[in-house]
C-alpha cells in the first residue's frame, strides 16, 4: 500500500500556464510537507501543514499557493509557471509527537515548463 | 538558521568494502534529531538511519551505522560491506524539535558502488 502518492508524478507544461499536483497520505499522520528539488538535486522546504493549518511558509513566490482541504492531502497549485519552476517536488508527511517525527516522503513530482 | 553541510559531493566505493560519508551541521539547539536519507536513481526519499541528539550511544541498522559527535557536531554515515543497491544520493538531515518538525537538508552525495 502506497504510504505517500503524489499526482502525476511527471508533468510537462508551458511557461505561463497554471497546474496542480496532489498530494495524499493514509498513514494518518497530522503534518504534511512541500519540497522542491532543483536540477542539482538541493531539497529545500516550502511548505508545511499541521491538520490543515500553515505552520511553516518559506520563501516562496506567492505563485505558489498550498490547500489542505483535510489532514490527509495537501495539493500544491501553482499560477503562471515560469522555466525556474522546472524541479522535481516532493510531498511528505510525519506525526508530531511520533517516535523520531521521521517524515516519510512521496515519489515526486517532475515539473518541467517549457 | 540551521546549515548542514555534506563536503563529499561524489564518492564511489567498490563492492563488499566500506565508506563513511560525512555530515556536519550547525545549530544553537541542544535537543534534535539527525537522519540520513537515501535517493535512487527511481527518485524515493528512502530513510536510512535517525539519531536523537540526547542519547550518546551511535545509531545502527544493519550494515549502516553512524558516528554522531555531537560536540563537534558531525554525524557521518558508515555503510559496511557496500552493495550495488547501495547506489544513490544520500542526504544528511537536521530537524529541530518544535517548529514544525522541518526538515534543513543537506546538498547531497552522490555514491557509487563499483562492482
Known amino acids: 500500500d502506497t504510504a505517500v502518492s503524489q499526482t502525476p508524478k511527471y508533468l510537462v507544461t508551458q511557461m505561463g500556464n497554471d497546474k496542480s499536483i496532489k498530494c495524499e497520505q493514509n498513514?494518518?499522520?497530522?503534518?504534511m510537507y512541500w519540497y522542491k528539488q532543483d536540477s542539482k538535486k538541493f531539497l529545500k522546504i516550502m511548505f508545511s501543514y499541521n491538520n490543515k493549518e500553515l505552520i511553516i511558509n518559506e520563501t516562496v513566490p506567492n505563485r505558489f499557493s498550498p490547500k489542505s482541504p483535510d489532514k490527509a492531502h495537501l495539493n500544491l497549485h501553482i499560477n503562471s509557471l515560469e522555466l525556474g519552476d522546472s524541479a522535481v517536488y516532493f510531498c511528505?508527511?510525519?506525526?508530531?509527537?511520533?517516535?523520531?517525527?521521521?517524515?516519510?516522503f512521496g515519489p515526486g513530482t517532475r515539473l518541467t515548463v517549457l | 538558521a540551521q546549515t548542514v553541510t555534506q563536503s563529499q559531493p561524489e564518492m564511489s566505493v567498490q563492492e563488499a568494502e566500506t565508506v563513511t560519508l560525512s555530515c556536519t551541521y550547525d545549530t544553537s539547539e541542544n535537543n534534535y534529531y539527525l537522519f540520513w536519507y537515501k535517493q535512487p536513481p527511481s527518485r524515493q526519499m528512502i530513510l536510512v538511519i535517525r539519531?536523537?541528539?540526547?542519547?550518546?550511544q551511535n545509531a545502527t541498522e544493519n550494515r549502516f551505522s553512524v558516528n554522531f559527535q555531537k560536540a563537534a557536531k558531525s554525524f557521518s554515515l558508515k555503510i559496511s560491506d557496500s552493495q550495488l543497491g547501495d547506489t544513490a544520493m544520500y542526504f544528511c538531515?537536521?530537524?529541530?524539535?518544535?517548529?514544525?518538525?522541518?526538515?534543513?537538508f543537506g546538498t547531497g552525495t552522490s555514491l557509487t558502488v563499483i562492482p
Open positions: 538531515a537536521f530537524m529541530k524539535l518544535h517548529t514544525g518538525n522541518q526538515f534543513y
Open positions: 498513514l494518518g499522520h497530522d503534518t
Open positions: 511528505a508527511s510525519s506525526q508530531r509527537g511520533a517516535n523520531y517525527n521521521e517524515q516519510f
Open positions: 539519531q536523537e541528539a540526547y542519547k550518546q
